[in-house]
């Protein structure tokens, strides 16, 4: 199964949903300074392919599908998925 249809399968299965930071951290398995440091573009640990974060109130998120995608091209990357 390739990663498009993986991750057509996910969200079909799934609604399209906001996870919280922590989740997303836990999901990650990194700290939150780790990660906000992998989203800042003057970083030189800074990932082009993380997913950006969405703001809904004063509160911070990330769309549950594309941290999923992340996670599978991580994993492709490592050759772990076909």
Same mark, same amino acid.
Request: hydrophobic residues 35%; positive net charge.
């Given at each position: 199964?390739? !990663?498009?249809?993986?991750?057509?399968?996910?969200?079909?299965?799934? @609604? +399209?949903?906001?996870? #919280?930071?922590?989740?997303?951290? !836990?999901?990650?398995?990194?700290?939150?300074?780790?990660?906000?440091? @992998? +989203?800042?573009?003057? #970083?030189?640990?800074?990932?082009?392919?993380?997913?950006?974060?969405?703001?809904?109130?004063?509160?911070?998120?990330?769309?549950?599908?594309?941290?999923?995608?992340?996670?599978?091209?991580?994993?492709?990357?490592?050759?772990?998925?076909?």
């Amino acid at each position: 199964m390739s !990663k498009h249809q993986l991750a057509d399968t996910l969200m079909n299965s799934q @609604r +399209l949903q906001i996870i #919280s930071l922590l989740e997303t951290t !836990k999901r990650l398995n990194l700290a939150r300074s780790t990660l906000y440091t @992998r +989203l800042d573009r003057k #970083s030189p640990h800074f990932d082009p392919d993380l997913p950006k974060p969405v703001r809904y109130g004063s509160s911070v998120g990330f769309i549950e599908h594309e941290i999923d995608d992340y996670i599978l091209g991580l994993m492709q990357a490592r050759g772990g998925v076909d």
